[in-house]
């Protein structure tokens, strides 16, 4: 147990060659939450019965939820339960964290703890690449620290370091995963039951869906020892089975009664406003007969019912998260309608690595359109050149066994995104969940490079100081707004 507790913590150790890339970093990480901290922190840091409205009302950097805002100041299990299921749990020593300095404050500095999170999984985060590009794939320290900071150019990488959301965690928790992995691999050694256990736990308690990648980085790393009964057993089926019978527990415990409560007061609600309209109606009617009565006022209730479900169909929370395959606890998160050409290119590979002018940082929900196009050609250009780039790095590594994994991994997300629909009207802003992939792959161009990698070394540099330029200018401008 000692040996594994000194190995988990020379995991987060930062070596000599790190520290003046990963400070350069650092500065940037904190700079991001600062601007984040203080577009919001005179309303979020009151205390009282307003201060969780404040946090969905008033919040709004794209998609991103301000959940975790809400949790760390009054706790709940209020992340989807079946997606995040463990998610609360971890965040539990935070809430008391935060609570203890609200009561030493007498604010509620929950922006604050949400920012030292952040950083500190930003900061990991720019060391594992760093490490993958170095370690793994055998790049030099300049090539390796470039594509560490290319990583961090992409606009939605870099904004899920400064949001009260989860996919900078899961950024940091998948990384990781990756670099140990690798490392097994490079030792000929197999992941052990524990290890696995452990880095599904959290990947998978973060975001459930990740929680595959970690059994395939095992599929990947084992090999055909994966499919040994025993490992089978103990590594997959049972830490699957155990965190599905937390997530059901969860809803159960925590959310069905919660849920019952609320249609409880909804039909309250609306009994109390069904008696309200009845009462006000037979003050203004010139009807005498009770059933002619009930009847005439039924039918206008039933018009009244059918004008309100027309507005809420014309909302863009309804209008922007397109038609599911079905009604399902999984089937309605799927989208079946919208655009996957037109979403490839202004989201998955637009919006995810360059800020568009347009309804910059906008929320589907809220009003920004699904599909927003760049208003002149140089973005256009620079996607064509990431995407090329991308694509050739892909063919650079198709030799690589860990580079295979990197990339099934990203090809699982694309199953859920691309094929069944999963948050594709905000394919965005899951960009930390993959875009990582990228420079992963661009290291392999470069090592393939030869007589031409000074070229592809400047076209990469060129291209990341373009995203800099182009996506900071844009963020700073809003978050200083």
């Known amino acids: 147990m000692k040996k594994v507790i000194k190995q988990f913590f020379k995991t987060f150790k930062v070596r000599r060659e790190e520290v003046a890339p990963s400070l350069v970093a650092l500065v940037m990480f904190v700079t991001l939450n600062a601007l984040v901290v203080s577009k919001y922190f005179r309303q979020f840091s009151q205390i009282g019965p307003k201060e969780t409205k404040y946090f969905y009302s008033l919040f709004e950097v794209s998609g991103f939820d301000p959940i975790t805002y809400s949790v760390l100041t009054n706790w709940w299990t209020t992340y989807n339960v079946?997606?995040?299921?463990?998610?609360?749990?971890?965040?539990?020593?935070?809430?008391?964290?935060?609570?203890?300095?609200a009561a030493l404050t007498g604010m509620n500095l929950v922006q604050v703890v949400v920012a030292l999170v952040l950083v500190a999984a930003a900061f990991y985060s720019f060391i594992f690449v760093y490490r993958i590009v170095r370690e793994l794939v055998g790049l030099g320290r300049l090539d390796a620290t470039l594509l560490a900071f290319t990583t961090f150019s992409m606009a939605y990488v870099l904004i899920s370091f400064g949001v009260p959301d989860h996919f900078g965690l899961s950024m940091m928790l998948l990384l990781m995963a990756l670099y140990i992995s690798g490392k097994c691999m490079r030792r000929g050694c197999r992941l052990k039951v524990w290890q696995t256990w452990a880095l599904f736990v959290f990947t998978a308690g973060t975001t459930l869906s990740n929680g595959v990648k970690i059994f395939i980085d095992a599929l990947f790393v084992n090999g055909r020892a994966f499919f040994r009964v025993r490992y089978l057993l103990a590594a997959v089926i049972l830490p699957a089975l155990l965190v599905w019978m937390f997530a059901r527990w969860e809803y159960a415990t925590y959310?069905?009664?919660?849920?019952?409560?609320?249609?409880?007061?909804?039909?309250r609600k609306g009994e109390e406003e069904r008696q309200k309209l009845l009462a006000l109606f037979r003050d203004t009617t010139h009807i005498k007969d009770s059933a002619a009565v009930m009847k005439v006022f039924n039918r206008q209730m039933q018009r009244l019912k059918h004008r309100r479900w027309l507005d809420n169909q014309r909302q863009p929370w309804m209008q922007h998260k397109g038609k599911p395959m079905g009604k399902g606890e999984f089937e309605q998160w799927t989208d079946i309608s919208t655009s996957r050409w037109p979403s490839a290119v202004e989201n998955i590979f637009g919006e995810s690595v360059q800020l568009h002018e347009d309804w910059l940082l906008g929320d589907t929900l809220r009003g920004r359109p699904v599909i927003v196009r760049?208003?002149?050609?140089?973005?256009?250009?620079?996607?064509?050149?990431?995407?090329?780039?991308?694509?050739?790095?892909?063919?650079?590594?198709?030799r690589s066994r860990f580079f295979w994994m990197c990339l099934s991994g990203v090809l699982f997300d694309a199953f859920i995104h691309v094929v069944l629909g999963f948050g594709l009207n905000e394919a965005y802003i899951m960009s930390a969940h993959w875009a990582f992939v990228i420079p992963i792959a661009l290291a392999y161009l470069l090592r393939q490079g030869g007589r031409f990698r000074p070229l592809l070394r400047a076209l990469v540099l060129l291209l990341t100081a373009w995203l800099y330029?182009?996506?900071?200018?844009?963020?700073?401008?809003?978050l200083a707004a």
Do not use: I
């Open 255 to 267: 959310v069905e009664p919660n849920e019952y409560a609320k249609k409880q007061e909804l039909v």
């Open 82 to 101: 079946f997606r995040h299921p463990l998610l609360p749990f971890f965040e539990y020593p935070f809430y008391w964290l935060n609570q203890w300095l």
């Open 469 to 478: 330029a182009w996506n900071w200018l844009l963020l700073a401008g809003y």
């Open 374 to 398: 760049y208003r002149s050609w140089p973005p256009y250009v620079a996607e064509g050149l990431l995407v090329a780039l991308f694509v050739a790095g892909v063919w650079s590594g198709r």
